[in-house]
């Protein structure tokens, strides 16, 4: 029988609704498997056979759908709506090598993070030259499916930062979505069936940085970043096919890795997406913006979190206040070898070479001085600062902006409000809490112990924070106004992934294993 408690759970969570409970079939009833409770050992294929035949003909479809109604432990990239927070997990404190290790298992190389749904784990990996979407058990570690995802050109990517397995998957307890820089979106059932999929263009990044964003489905579309170095645009498709339900072109912005929020306002539903410099939302029903702040980094990693009607961002790229561009006289003085008045592609080294692509504007091959002087001049318009925002409509002004910071800044990871508090963490391992109402500092880049840079975002459940760095050093942190480490780990291991938080464990994919640890 179902764990009582945990199905409870789930129908009050409500994925179905009575309405789409009276339309459920055998093979939504055969999918309760991915939902069963965690310690049940017995769970198998023949179990969830059995408990078909016995649901469908004793109980009724529709009853068994009202009490399937999925609980979506940790369907997207962060948690529910990139939030980051489970509050009602209970996370073991301590964790660490044979420290509330559940399990540790081999998988392929990737940069995405967890995303699970009862007993379904999913992640993306590359191996073997190809792109794969991949099903675990949440409860052992155990391989229950993997699909390939083809493609034509592998995007380029930074080797040793990025991965062309970057993007965490996506599920609305029916299917699980995911994306691939190389090669677009997929969409297969619970079961490994694949539904259908959408190809894309390759993804082109600034610096080849390769793909960051992730995808997010909210009621019935499925939602994809694609600010990339030309053909900025926001996607929107139909969750039941992979059509276009619309598509936003965005000219103004350049590449960017951060991942929609989903914001219920003014009677309709909003999609808001973070990019270079600016912040906008957009109807999830139509992709007609509703409005528009500008204030932000030139190059955007963190993603938005929301506090009922506030909108928060926090981030930090290198701007023209943190080094002093060349001039292009001096640039062509050291690299214009053949004296044409352009620098090519042949002759860029350094820094130029690096950035090359993002300064040839009309990709001919050159970079022209009126190419780089465009250039400047709008990354001069970078703000790096954390911003509380309570958005109108059109484009924002003073009065829409509660508070705003500029110290302890992240660049990649995104920040958390969790129980009142706003929290960040900067390279080097410094973490700044703030009044989420007023931002006013409770402490301000205060040292962890672990240093280094910080990509994994922040997490947080039962009072706790968790925080972890690029070389694997995991802190707990006490939520509050005062700075209080409860424990560290190390998995010793390169980490970049943010962790999971769902049947009271926490998930952490590293660069070679998939680690679980909670209470036994």
Same mark, same amino acid.
């Given at each position: 029988?179902?764990?009582?408690?945990?199905?409870?759970?789930?129908?009050?969570?409500?994925?179905?609704?009575?309405?789409?409970?009276?339309?459920?079939?055998?093979?939504?009833?055969?999918?309760?498997?991915?939902?069963?409770?965690?310690?049940?050992?017995?769970?198998?294929?023949?179990?969830?056979?059995?408990?078909?035949?016995?649901?469908?003909?004793?109980?009724?479809?529709?009853?068994?759908?009202?009490?399937?109604?999925?609980?979506?432990?940790?369907?997207?990239?962060?948690?529910?709506?990139?939030?980051?927070?489970?509050?009602?997990?209970?996370?073991?404190?301590?964790?660490g090598l044979g420290t509330n290790e559940v399990f540790k298992i081999k998988v392929p190389e990737?940069?995405?993070?967890?995303?699970?749904?009862?007993?379904?784990?999913?992640?993306?990996? *590359?191996?073997?030259?190809?792109?794969?979407?991949?099903?675990?058990?949440?409860?052992?570690?155990?391989?229950? #499916?993997?699909?390939?995802?083809?493609?034509?050109?592998?995007?380029?990517?930074?080797?040793?930062?990025?991965?062309?397995?970057?993007?965490?998957?996506?599920?609305?307890?029916?299917?699980?979505?995911?994306?691939?820089?190389?090669?677009?979106?997929?969409?297969?059932?619970?079961?490994?069936?694949?539904?259908?999929?959408?190809?894309?263009?390759?993804?082109?990044?600034?610096?080849?940085?390769?793909?960051?964003?992730?995808?997010?489905?909210?009621?019935?579309?499925?939602?994809?970043?694609?600010?990339?170095?030309?053909?900025?645009?926001?996607?929107?498709?139909?969750?039941?096919?992979?059509?276009?339900? #619309?598509?936003?072109?965005?000219?103004?912005?350049?590449?960017? #890795?951060?991942?929609?929020?989903?914001?219920?306002?003014?009677?309709?539903?909003?999609?808001?997406?973070?990019?270079?410099?600016?912040?906008?939302?957009?109807?999830?029903?139509?992709?007609?913006?509703?409005?528009?702040?500008?204030?932000?980094?030139? &190059?955007?990693?963190?993603?938005?979190?929301?506090?009922?009607?506030?909108?928060?961002?926090?981030?930090?790229?290198?701007?023209?206040?943190?080094?002093?561009?060349?001039?292009?006289?001096?640039?062509?003085?050291?690299?214009?070898?053949?004296?044409?008045g352009a620098i090519g592609r042949e002759e860029a080294e350094g820094i130029v070479q690096f950035?090359?692509?993002?300064?040839?504007?009309?990709?001919?091959?050159?970079?022209?001085? /009126?190419? #780089?002087?465009?250039?400047?001049?709008?990354?001069?318009?970078?703000?790096?600062?954390?911003?509380?925002?309570?958005?109108?409509?059109?484009?924002?002004?003073?009065?829409?902006?509660?508070?705003?910071?500029?110290?302890?800044?992240?660049?990649?990871?995104?920040?958390?409000?969790?129980?009142?508090?706003? *929290?960040?963490?900067?390279?080097?391992?410094?973490?700044?809490?703030?009044?989420?109402?007023?931002?006013?500092?409770?402490?301000?880049?205060?040292?962890?112990?672990?240093?280094g840079n910080y990509y994994p975002s922040l997490v947080a459940a039962d009072g706790r924070i968790?925080?972890?760095?690029?070389?694997?050093?995991?802190?707990?942190?006490?939520?509050?106004?005062?700075?209080?480490?409860? &424990? /560290?780990?190390?998995?010793?291991?390169?980490?970049?992934?943010?962790?999971?938080?769902?049947?009271?464990?926490?998930?952490?994919?590293?660069?070679?294993?998939?680690?679980?640890?909670?209470?036994?």
């Amino acid at each position: 029988m179902l764990n009582t408690s945990f199905a409870e759970s789930s129908a009050r969570q409500g994925v179905l609704s009575p309405e789409n409970s009276q339309k459920a079939d055998k093979r939504a009833t055969a999918q309760l498997f991915c939902r069963l409770d965690l310690n049940r050992k017995e769970t198998t294929l023949a179990a969830v056979n059995a408990f078909t035949f016995v649901a469908t003909v004793a109980i009724g479809v529709a009853q068994v759908a009202s009490t399937m109604a999925g609980e979506l432990h940790w369907p997207q990239f962060r948690g529910p709506n990139g939030s980051g927070v489970a509050e009602n997990q209970k996370p073991p404190v301590k964790i660490g090598l044979g420290t509330n290790e559940v399990f540790k298992i081999k998988v392929p190389e990737g940069a995405s993070s967890p995303c699970i749904i009862g007993d379904r784990l999913f992640l993306t990996g *590359y191996e073997g030259g190809k792109l794969l979407t991949l099903c675990y058990s949440a409860r052992d570690g155990k391989l229950l #499916w993997q699909q390939e995802a083809p493609f034509e050109k592998l995007e380029a990517f930074y080797k040793g930062e990025g991965s062309p397995a970057a993007s965490t998957p996506a599920t609305d307890g029916d299917r699980v979505y995911t994306y691939f820089g190389s090669a677009g979106a997929f969409a297969y059932t619970l079961a490994g069936e694949k539904v259908w999929d959408r190809k894309l263009p390759t993804a082109e990044h600034t610096g080849d940085f390769g793909t960051g964003t992730s995808p997010v489905v909210h009621e019935g579309i499925v939602l994809i970043n694609r600010d990339m170095l030309k053909g900025s645009h926001l996607l929107a498709l139909n969750a039941k096919n992979g059509e276009q339900a #619309w598509r936003v072109e965005r000219p103004e912005f350049f590449s960017g #890795w951060s991942t929609p929020v989903i914001r219920k306002a003014g009677g309709g539903t909003e999609v808001i997406l973070a990019g270079a410099q600016r912040i906008k939302a957009y109807d999830l029903k139509t992709g007609a913006e509703r409005w528009s702040f500008s204030g932000l980094p030139n &190059a955007v990693c963190p993603t938005p979190v929301l506090d009922g009607d506030v909108v928060y961002f926090a981030g930090w790229s290198p701007s023209s206040s943190d080094a002093k561009m060349p001039s292009f006289a001096s640039l062509r003085e050291q690299h214009d070898k053949n004296s044409d008045g352009a620098i090519g592609r042949e002759e860029a080294e350094g820094i130029v070479q690096f950035l090359f692509r993002t300064f040839d504007v009309d990709e001919n091959g050159k970079i022209e001085e /009126r190419e #780089w002087q465009d250039r400047l001049t709008q990354m001069e318009k970078s703000v790096n600062q954390a911003v509380a925002l309570r958005p109108s409509k059109g484009n924002l002004e003073e009065k829409d902006v509660i508070w705003s910071y500029t110290r302890g800044l992240p660049y990649v990871p995104s920040s958390i409000v969790y129980r009142g508090n706003y *929290y960040m963490v900067r390279d080097g391992g410094m973490v700044t809490c703030l009044d989420a109402k007023t931002g006013k500092p409770y402490y301000e880049q205060e040292r962890l112990g672990s240093s280094g840079n910080y990509y994994p975002s922040l997490v947080a459940a039962d009072g706790r924070i968790y925080l972890c760095s690029n070389d694997g050093k995991m802190t707990v942190l006490a939520a509050g106004e005062k700075p209080e480490v409860l &424990a /560290r780990a190390e998995l010793g291991e390169r980490t970049v992934t943010t962790p999971a938080l769902a049947h009271n464990r926490i998930y952490i994919r590293s660069a070679n294993h998939l680690w679980c640890f909670g209470e036994k």
